[in-house]
C-alpha cells in the first residue's frame, strides 16, 4: 500500500526527519550471543537516564536468578508434582501431545465427557515446562487473533461477537472449576489495566474501547479512565489515561498447570514427562523408547508445535519477563497499586504486568522477539540488555520506588502468519490440535482444549460454530525472510514509541501503521 494511505505527507516527512535524527538510534539492532551462546538480534543498550540512585540501570547487579523455567516453576520446585517417563507400548482412546494448559484441559474435558476413556498426556520435558509455566499470569478475555479477521473468514460480525462472548465467560468458567477442583492459583479477578503514556496512545485506547463495544462488550466492562481516575487505582506517574477491562483474573502460571496435572491423576489420567513425540502418523504416536496407538490425538504444544505441524504453520516469538523481590507496604501506598489488577500499556512494544500474592512486581516484555530457524531458547536465559529495558520501563512507571530484580527468563508464545489462532479437528485422521495463542494463551487453552475434545466427540456446543474453527492462516515465509520480518517489525514499533513520546502527537506514528501491516495485524 503507497505510504500516502498510510499518513499525510506532513506525517511521512516528520517520520524521515526522526529516523534521521539522534532520537532514532535509542532503539538499533545488532548481534550478539545470548541465550547460551547462540547469535540472536536483539537491542543494544539503551542510554537510560540517570536512576533515583545516580546510576545507570546498565550498572545494576545482574538477577540472582535467570532462567531456570522462570520464577513461577522455580518458586514451586519442591512442590513440583513428578510423572514417569513413557517407554514400551500402549493403546489408549485418547492421546495427547502436550503437557501445558491446552493439553491438560483437553485431558481434564475428555474424563468429563466419558470418565472411562483412556487418556494420556506425552510432555517432551516436563509439565508446564513451555508458556504454561512463564506467562505473566492473565487469566483474560481478549480471544487469539483480530476479530475482523474472524468476522470475515466466515459468519460475520455476529460470530466474532460470540467468539468474545466465549472469552468473556471463559474467565469465570476457569475460575469455577478452580473453585470446584480445590486447585490454588493465587486466582483473584481484579480487572484489567491499560495505561496511555502518549497522546496517541490514548488515542488508540479510545479508538480500542469502540471495537470492544462494536463486538459486544459493554460499558460496565470495558470503560476509558482520565489521567485522575486511572492514578487513584494504579499510580502512575506519565500516565494519560487508560482502559479498565472488568474480565481478567491474576493467576500463578505454575500453580495452575500443577493443580490441573494433580486433578488429572486423580481423574485416571496417565501423565508421562520427558517423553517427547517424535513423530505422529495416523493413529500412530512414535516417542524415542514407544509406540502408542490413539483412536484420537490432540497436538498442544503451541510455539513448539514446528516439528508436528510444520515450521511455517507457526512461529515460536520470544517474550521475557522481570520479577523484583518483595515491596515494602511504603512502596505499595505509595504505588497505590492495592489489589490484585493486571496492567499492561497501549505502547507498540507494550509490556504487561501483575501484583504478585506475595507481593512482588511481575513484568514481561519482547527483547530478543524471534530465534532464526523457529528456535525456542530452552530454559529461557535472558539477555542483559533484555533485563535492562523491561526494568528501565518499570522504573518510569514508578520512579523513585527502589526495587530489585530477583528472577528473569523468556519463553515463546505460537504465533501464525496473521497472529490469529485456530483449533482444527480432522475426522478422517483423528489428530486435532489447537495453537496460535499469540500471548493470549491462559483462557485460549481452555477455550480452545475443550472445543477440541467437543469437536472430536461430535458434540454440538456454542464452542463448536465459533469462527477460529477450522481457522488457518497462511503460512509464514522461509528463511531469512520470516526473521528479518519479524525483527523489522519490532525494530519499526520501538522506534515509533519513541516518536510517539517525542512529538507528543495524538496521531499513530507511520512507521507503526506500516509495521503493523508488515505483521499481518491490520484490520
Not at 493467576?251 to 513423530?279: C, F, N, Q, W
Not at 522481570?322 to 512494544?349: F, M, Y
Not at 516484555?365 to 535472558?382: D, L
Request: a neutral charge; glycine letters at 12%; one cysteine or more.
Amino acid at each position: 500500500m503507497p505510504l500516502r494511505h498510510l499518513a499525510t505527507p506532513e506525517e511521512i516527512a516528520d517520520a524521515v526527519l526522526f529516523l534521521a535524527s539522534s532520537e532514532s538510534s535509542y532503539i538499533t539492532g545488532a548481534t550478539h550471543p545470548v541465550d547460551g551462546g547462540h547469535t540472536a538480534f536483539q537491542q543494544r543498550p539503551t542510554r537510560f537516564p540517570e536512576t533515583d540512585e545516580g546510576h545507570t540501570m546498565n550498572a545494576l547487579a545482574a538477577p540472582p536468578r535467570n532462567g531456570e523455567l522462570g520464577f513461577w516453576v522455580a518458586q514451586l520446585a519442591d512442590k513440583k508434582p513428578s510423572f514417569p517417563r513413557f517407554t514400551g507400548q500402549d493403546s489408549v482412546d485418547v492421546a495427547i501431545v502436550g503437557g501445558g494448559y491446552t493439553g491438560l484441559w483437553a485431558a481434564y474435558f475428555a474424563k468429563k465427557l466419558e470418565p472411562s476413556l483412556s487418556v494420556a498426556v506425552f510432555e517432551a520435558e516436563q509439565v508446564g515446562y513451555g508458556a504454561s509455566g512463564r506467562n505473566g499470569g492473565w487469566l483474560s478475555a481478549m480471544p487469539p487473533g483480530n476479530r475482523a479477521t474472524f468476522a470475515r473468514a466466515g459468519g460475520g460480525l455476529e460470530a466474532s461477537r460470540a467468539l468474545q462472548q466465549e472469552f468473556v465467560a471463559g474467565v469465570d468458567a476457569v475460575l469455577d472449576i478452580l473453585e470446584a477442583e480445590g486447585i490454588d492459583a493465587d486466582q483473584h479477578k481484579g480487572g484489567a489495566l491499560v495505561a496511555a503514556h502518549t497522546r496517541a496512545g490514548l488515542g488508540r485506547l479510545v479508538t480500542r474501547r469502540d471495537a470492544e463495544l462494536k463486538y459486544g462488550l459493554t460499558d460496565d466492562e470495558v470503560h476509558l479512565l482520565d489521567r485522575d481516575e486511572f492514578q487513584s487505582r494504579i499510580n502512575i506517574s506519565t500516565v494519560h489515561g487508560g482502559l479498565f477491562y472488568k474480565h481478567c483474573a491474576r493467576i500463578h502460571p505454575a500453580k495452575l498447570v500443577y493443580g490441573l496435572a494433580d486433578t488429572l491423576t486423580s481423574m485416571g489420567v496417565s501423565v508421562y514427562e520427558s517423553s517427547r513425540v517424535d513423530r505422529v502418523e495416523g493413529k500412530t504416536l512414535t516417542l524415542a523408547d514407544g509406540r502408542v496407538t490413539a483412536a484420537k490425538t490432540f497436538i498442544c504444544t503451541e510455539g513448539y508445535s514446528g516439528q508436528l505441524l510444520g515450521r511455517r504453520s507457526l512461529i515460536p516469538v520470544n517474550s521475557s519477563m522481570i520479577v523484583t523481590k518483595p515491596l515494602p507496604e511504603e512502596a505499595w501506598q505509595q504505588i497505590g497499586w492495592d489489589g490484585p489488577q493486571c496492567l499492561n500499556d497501549s505502547a507498540h512494544t507494550f509490556i504487561y504486568s501483575q501484583r504478585t500474592s506475595d507481593g512482588r512486581i511481575a513484568m514481561g516484555g519482547r527483547g530478543v522477539p524471534y530465534r532464526f530457524g523457529s528456535g525456542t531458547g530452552g530454559a529461557g536465559a535472558t539477555a542483559r540488555s533484555t533485563i535492562d529495558l523491561i526494568s528501565h520501563k518499570l522504573r518510569t512507571f514508578f520512579p523513585g520506588i527502589p526495587f530489585e530484580v530477583d528472577h528473569a527468563w523468556s519463553g515463546v508464545l505460537g504465533v501464525t502468519r496473521d497472529w490469529n489462532g485456530g483449533v482444527h479437528w480432522d475426522p478422517a485422521s483423528g489428530i486435532g490440535s489447537s495453537t496460535g495463542y499469540a500471548g493470549h494463551g491462559v483462557t485460549s487453552a481452555y477455550v480452545g482444549g475443550r472445543t477440541l475434545v467437543e469437536l472430536a466427540f461430535e458434540k454440538e456446543t456454542e464452542r463448536t460454530t465459533l469462527p477460529w474453527v477450522g481457522y488457518r492462516a497462511r503460512k509464514w515465509e522461509p528463511e531469512p525472510i520470516r526473521w528479518l520480518g519479524v525483527h523489522a517489525m519490532y525494530r519499526l514499533f520501538g522506534i515509533a514509541d519513541r516518536w510517539e513520546e517525542r512529538r507528543g502527537s495524538s496521531k499513530t506514528s507511520l512507521l507503526a501503521r506500516f509495521g503493523s501491516r508488515l505483521a499481518g495485524l491490520h484490520e
